[in-house]
């Protein structure tokens, strides 16, 4: 290898993506809002791009293989707990 040849980069061309929940949803909250919930409560922070998601009911039930109905009192739960806060979006 010559000297004035340049130095070959390497590049990470892997596409990685990461969130992160706090413990305290685990070790406070968890045996209150139970798998279901913390499958809602981990769903919607992978969704969250700057601290807000909106999936559907629909969504979440389809991508967490949950009942649509479960996904609703799940998400009760979640709120009573104040670790969510819904927002009723209207879309035309």
Not at 27 to 35: E, K
Not at 44 to 49: F, S, V, Y
Request: overall charge positive.
């Amino acid at each position: 290898m010559n000297h004035d040849d340049p130095v070959p980069q390497i590049v990470d061309a892997r596409r990685t993506f990461h969130f992160w929940i706090d413990d305290v949803i685990l070790d406070l909250y968890g045996a209150r809002v139970g798998p279901f919930g913390i499958a809602v409560y981990a769903y919607l922070a992978r969704r969250a791009k700057t601290g807000k998601s909106f999936p559907s009911h629909r969504r979440i039930a389809t991508d967490t293989g949950m009942s649509r109905d479960k996904v609703i009192r799940t998400l009760k739960v979640l709120q009573e707990c104040q670790l969510v806060a819904i927002e009723t979006r209207r879309t035309s």
